[in-house]
């Protein structure tokens, strides 16, 4: 259901969310049920629907850039090693209309209910879209409008054994792919000490075959330079 999809008529269900397009005269009406229903009225001739996965810190509204994701259970990292593993993280959909080679933002709901986290001190710290994950050393099964995959490549770059708890990624970096069969990002984590590390999304997909997903930042113009994060409040 993930990528294009023609305008006139189209309808889906992603859950128990429905999502359709209706001919009004002269002009279309979005509508989004789930027991609520939201409507929004589209002023456009023809175009195509993109539904998308998109970086998950929109919902309930912009409140960060951050996420945090924690393993549900520590990693202990050798010194002067670097190992991949697999992570889950949370889906947040996207509803765009594309048409004279432009791209409007229609609406962004999510199977997830969403919780923040402060990261760091209470007067220095940053307020994070939280998220618990097992480690896997293998593609975990996922529900993809759910939960994607991230592989995060952890290196240790210290000379002593460290244990790592958990995440932070700025979001603004992210990259996001998707297939039939699941939505992926890739990331890598470089510890220098036992509470400081510093993060970067990886522009790379699994495999071939996949699609990269319209970056919710690019489709509202914001313009990004920053790619890494330094976690510099623990591990």
Request: some cysteine; proline content about 5%; overall charge neutral.
């Amino acid at each position: 259901m993930f990528g294009y999809h023609e305008l006139p008529d189209f309808s889906t269900k992603i859950g128990d969310i429905s999502i359709r397009f209706e001919k009004d005269g002269s002009f279309y009406r979005y509508v989004r049920e789930n027991g609520d229903r939201k409507e929004k009225n589209l002023f456009t001739n023809s175009g195509r629907v993109i539904i998308n996965p998109v970086e998950p810190v929109n919902l309930p509204k912009e409140i960060t850039n951050f996420m945090q994701i924690k393993f549900e259970k520590p990693f202990l990292a050798e010194p002067k090693s670097s190992v991949e593993v697999y992570l889950t993280f949370p889906i947040e959909i996207a509803i765009f209309v594309a048409a004279k080679k432009s791209v409007g933002l229609i609406d962004i709901f999510s199977l997830q209910k969403p919780k923040y986290t402060l990261y760091g001190n209470p007067r220095t710290g940053i307020i994070c879209r939280y998220w618990e994950s097992k480690i896997y050393s293998e593609i975990p099964e996922v529900d993809k409008y759910r939960e994607g995959v991230m592989k995060l490549r952890i290196t240790n770059s210290d000379d002593e054994w460290i244990e790592v708890g958990s995440v932070v990624l700025d979001i603004y970096g992210m990259k996001i792919y998707y297939d039939e069969e699941m939505v992926y990002s890739a990331a890598s984590m470089n510890v220098t000490s036992s509470k400081v590390a510093e993060t970067r999304f990886i522009e790379r997909p699994l495999r071939d075959g996949m699609k990269k997903a319209l970056e919710l930042y690019v489709a509202r113009r914001i313009a990004v330079t920053r790619s890494k994060f330094i976690m510099e409040w623990g591990l």
